[in-house]
């Protein structure tokens, strides 16, 4: 077992801000017999396919004054930084500049939340274990290095670190907390860490005892349905519009949240006005933390919500040939939502020869399905890419298809033999028949003649 020790002393920040209660979600194992409570949860996540980067910061208190030691499951090394409540006040700030004006119409201020009393002080430690025996070795060696006693783990914890462990999350996170029978917020950690998938987990939080309302703020390179995030949580909303918390943001607005968040979606494209960089989605859990029997994982590309197919009549064609392409795009798939703003969607239709060169374009907008049908012609032999995509506001790809046909040039016909070829030809023949009759005929003369000639 290998550990990196990563001491955190975070100055106190008073402030006082208005943001929605997120998940910060790690299995809590108290070190007196004091049960543990997690009333708020908060998380901010952003993810480009490849890395994860973290922002949590949990409320938490104990019904004694107590130490807990918090533990975290990544399926990587991770990188420990200090993270801020400025976070959390961008996400509140962006959440209200794209608020759909039929919300902003009934906004009461249904999205204030405000963080309790802030703890400043971190103990970290980072490890990196194969089994449930040497995670429970380190933490009696830890807890004896510390002078305090060493924490009891409830029924059932062992298993959820047991099922962890066999998933390949070998890396654990340590944190040492101080509690009380106060409601605290835990100044905010960010990790980040390599994940083929956007994860978080959810379920070593069902270690601790009591509800929670756990909204997570997740960032992504694409669009996130509502059908691909586990079936106990939902999509949060405006309030009391009920209108889904989705919308783009850019760069520059990533960059208020966390210059590091801003990074991990490609350069700034510098342009006016900026494109979006990424889809920003708040995700809600209510319930009982022993209900979290599951953990939040998106891969690359969940089941988007739109649809566009391609057609042609055939795949091979001749020069001068008209090729028919038919394109059908849907605009929504069952049991999606659409996002109550005004945009549309561009649909691209191209073709493009060998080289990659486009020699065809067409475009329309629509804010529904839409069936069109084109006619185009080569106007040379060569092998075509035909392409079709939808655009949200013209910007961002949605879907695409694509297909590959074959213009050919047409083989030219034999040529037709001429008749005095023939003539030639079958004089030729009568030739060689005549010649053979008549060396026939000689030859059964000789033989009739030739008793007599003896004689």
């Known amino acids: 077992m290998s550990k990196t020790r990563i001491a955190l002393l975070i100055l106190p920040i008073v402030l006082s801000i208005s943001i929605p209660v997120t998940l910060a979600d790690r299995c809590i194992l108290p070190v007196t017999d004091a049960d543990v409570y997690g009333p708020a949860q908060k ?4 993810w480009n396919g490849q890395v994860e980067y973290l922002i949590l910061s949990t409320d938490l208190y104990a019904s004694v004054d107590a130490k807990v030691l918090e533990i975290l499951p990544l399926p990587s090394k991770p990188e420990v930084l200090a993270g801020s409540f400025q976070s959390f006040q961008a996400i509140q700030d962006l959440m209200m500049t794209h608020m759909p004006r039929a919300a902003a119409s009934q906004y009461k201020a249904g999205l204030e939340v405000v963080f309790h009393k802030k703890i400043g002080a971190h103990d970290i430690t980072v490890v990196k274990a194969a089994s449930v025996d040497e995670l429970s070795g380190f933490i009696s060696d830890y807890t004896r290095e510390m002078g305090i006693a060493q924490p009891s783990m409830r029924e059932g914890t062992a298993q959820i670190i047991s099922e962890y462990l066999a998933r ?29 998938s956007l994860y978080y987990p959810m379920k070593v939080s069902a270690t601790a005892k009591g509800t929670t309302e756990i909204i997570l703020y997740l ?3 694409n669009q996130i349905a509502e059908t691909a995030i586990p079936p106990k949580m939902r999509m949060a909303r405006y309030v009391p519009t009920d209108l889904p918390i989705q919308f783009q943001v850019t760069h520059d607005e990533l960059a208020t949240i966390d210059k590091e968040v801003a990074s991990l979606f490609g350069p700034v494209i510098l ?20 209900d979290l029997d599951f953990d939040l994982e998106i891969p690359e590309r969940s089941t988007p919500c739109r649809s566009i197919k391609l057609s042609t009549d055939k795949t091979q064609y001749s020069l001068g040939e008209r090729v028919k392409i038919a394109i059908d795009f849907t605009h929504l798939l069952p049991k999606c939502t659409e996002i109550a703003i005004v945009h549309f969607h561009q649909i691209r239709l191209e073709v493009l020869d060998a080289n990659g060169k ?21 106007r040379k032999a060569d092998q075509y890419t035909v392409k079709a995509s939808s655009w949200w506001n013209g910007k961002n790809l949605e879907v695409e298809d694509q297909l590959t046909i074959t ?24 030739v060689l028949i005549a010649i053979t009759c008549i060396l026939i005929g000689a030859a059964i003369t000789y033989l009739l003649l030739r008793p007599r000639l003896q004689k």
Do not use: C, M
Not at 43 to 46: G, K, Q, V
Not at 358 to 378: E, G, P
């Open 168 to 196: 390949g999350y070998n890396y654990w996170v340590f944190d040492l907390v101080d509690l009380n029978s106060t409601a605290s917020s835990l100044e905010p950690i960010t990790y980040k860490f390599q994940s083929p």
């Open 271 to 290: 342009i006016y006005p900026p494109p979006p960089a990424a889809w920003f989605t708040a995700i809600k859990y209510e319930g009982n933390l022993n």
């Open 407 to 430: 213009i050919a040039t047409p083989t030219s016909p034999p040529q037709d033999i001429l008749p005095h070829d023939f003539e030639i030809q079958w004089l030729l023949y009568g």
């Open 358 to 378: 486009t020699v065809q374009t067409w475009q329309w907008r629509t804010n529904n399905d839409l069936h069109q049908t084109v006619s185009w012609s080569a």
């Open 43 to 46: 998380a901010i996540i952003a």
């Open 219 to 221: 960032i992504t390179p």
